[in-house]
């Protein structure tokens, strides 16, 4: 059987729950690790 990609909006409701979940858990580590967040112009220094 073939993968077929889906785009973002065509995935259920659970996969996208899975999914930021996973990205929270990445940057909620990140910040705890470097006491900073990404953003999209670099890395913002949280004081």
Known sequence: ???NDRSYKDLKQKQKSA???KTY???LK???????I?????V???E
């Not at 990140?30 to 006491?35: A, G, I, P, R």
């Not at 990404?38 to 670099?42: E, S």
């Open 19 to 21: 999914i930021a979940d």
């Open 38 to 42: 990404h953003t999209l112009q670099g």
């Open 25 to 27: 858990k990445m940057h």
């Open 1 to 3: 059987m073939q993968r």
């Open 44 to 46: 913002m220094k949280m």
């Open 30 to 36: 990140f910040y705890l690790e470097n006491q900073r």
